[in-house]
Every structure is written in C-alpha cells, then in structure tokens.
C-alpha cells in the first residue's frame, strides 16, 4: 500500500484528485492540503511515500516546498502542472522532485508516474522529457538570459502576459491577486529594463519563453 497526499489549492481539483486516487486499491490517501505551510506541516507529521503537489500553491512557488522538503527520504514529490517551458520543468527537477506529469494527460499516466515514483525511480511526461534531454545534453545551458535572472512565478508571469492575458485573467490561472501579479510585472520589467508590453513579448520571443 502507497501512502500519498494532495496539495492543491483549488478545492474542486483536490477533490477530483482524491476522489480519483481512491479508485485504486494499491493508494491510501493519507491528507490533504491548500498551501505551502499545511503541505509541509501533513508531510512533517504523517510522512507519505507520495507528495502528489500542485506547481501553482499560493503564497510561494511549489518549487519553495520541494526545496524544503529535499533532505525527507520518507517522501518523493510528483508535480502535477500544465506548464511545459523546458526552464521550468528543469527548475522543477533540480528543486527535487521526482515526478513531473501534464494536466492535459490520462490519468493512467498518472497512476503509472505514482508507481515508478513511489519504488525509487523517476519520471516526466513525454512532452517535456525532450526538453530536459536536451537542456542535459548542452551542459545545462538556459535560452533564458542568466544576466536577468528571473523566478519561476515572475517567468510564470511573463509567459501569461506575452500570450495577451492580463492581470486579473493571470492572477486567476496562477492562483494569485491581482495585486501579486502587478507586483511581479513591475519587478519584471525593472529586472529585464523592459518599457512597454510590446517589449516584454518581444523578450519573451526572443528567449524562447513563448513560441514566435
């Protein structure tokens, strides 16, 4: 038997989740929870084999929890997100987790991430795999500009602006206020000089950010 926990902010979607990982008899979900300080506290106290952890937690990035949660033997991370910026998942593996599976997959994959997780192996889902394969492969080297360096939830940020969503319609997909993320603009554009948002899409292209 599998012990695993849920952490997602979003209620529907964490009980989808636990709804759907009740359905097989090898899991027991062991709790759940809706933001960083819950999960690490559930994860302190009940040590599941599988920390099944959503890429978008409020108040930080989930990358904040696996960097926390590392040095726990007891517990390997699965991120469960539709992100498939090669940073990103790159960022997401180095943090430490040991899962990386799409949103937009069968849950089949899921159940099968869960398994090979779960006996001490890793996994990511086949369209980001070539991502990291490459990334791997040309000695670690980012098309994101490292004299700008930028966090994941400010390149979050960047990638939902330069695709045209504004401020409310960013901060509902990321979880977020709208506050946050003109926080996170303004931080952007300072870090990278940007002016208008013309140039933050034109950055945005021309680091591979989102496609041209």
């Given at each position: 038997?599998?012990?695993?926990?849920?952490?997602?902010?979003?209620?529907?979607?964490?009980?989808?989740?636990?709804?759907?990982?009740?359905?097989?008899?090898?899991?027991?979900?062991?709790?759940?929870?809706?933001?960083?300080?819950?999960?690490?506290?559930?994860?302190?106290?009940?040590?599941?084999?599988?920390?099944?952890?959503?890429?978008?937690?409020?108040?930080?990035?989930?990358?904040?929890?696996?960097?926390?949660?590392?040095?726990?033997?007891?517990?390997?991370?699965?991120?469960?997100?539709?992100?498939?910026?090669?940073?990103?998942?790159?960022?997401?593996?180095?943090?430490?987790?040991a899962g990386y599976v799409l949103t937009n997959r069968p849950s089949a994959e899921l159940f099968d991430c869960i398994a090979l997780v779960a006996a001490g192996q890793v996994y990511?889902?086949?369209?980001?795999?070539?991502?990291?394969?490459?990334?791997?492969?040309?000695?670690?080297?980012?098309?994101?500009?490292?004299?700008?360096?930028?966090?994941?939830?400010?390149?979050?940020?960047?990638?939902?602006?330069?695709?045209?969503?504004?401020?409310?319609?960013?901060?509902?997909?990321?979880?977020?206020?709208?506050?946050?993320?003109?926080?996170?603009?303004?931080?952007?554009?300072?870090?990278?000089?940007?002016?208008?948002?013309?140039?933050?899409?034109?950055?945005?292209?021309?680091?591979?950010?989102?496609?041209?």
């Amino acid at each position: 038997m599998t012990t695993i926990a849920v952490a997602e902010s979003q209620a529907l979607v964490r009980e989808a989740l636990i709804a759907l990982l009740g359905t097989t008899p090898t899991l027991r979900v062991i709790g759940s929870a809706q933001d960083e300080w819950q999960t690490l506290e559930l994860v302190a106290r009940h040590k599941p084999r599988i920390l099944l952890l959503s890429a978008l937690l409020p108040q930080r990035d989930s990358t904040s929890v696996l960097h926390q949660l590392r040095g726990d033997r007891a517990t390997r991370c699965i991120v469960l997100t539709h992100h498939t910026e090669p940073d990103i998942v790159v960022d997401t593996l180095r943090a430490g987790a040991a899962g990386y599976v799409l949103t937009n997959r069968p849950s089949a994959e899921l159940f099968d991430c869960i398994a090979l997780v779960a006996a001490g192996q890793v996994y990511a889902s086949p369209a980001v795999s070539q991502h990291v394969f490459t990334i791997t492969m040309n000695g670690g080297r980012r098309r994101v500009d490292p004299a700008h360096p930028i966090t994941p939830r400010e390149r979050q940020v960047l990638a939902l602006s330069a695709e045209g969503f504004d401020c409310p319609q960013i901060g509902s997909r990321l979880a977020i206020s709208r506050r946050t993320v003109e926080t996170h603009r303004a931080n952007l554009m300072a870090k990278l000089s940007l002016r208008s948002q013309t140039d933050l899409v034109r950055y945005a292209i021309r680091h591979s950010i989102v496609p041209a």
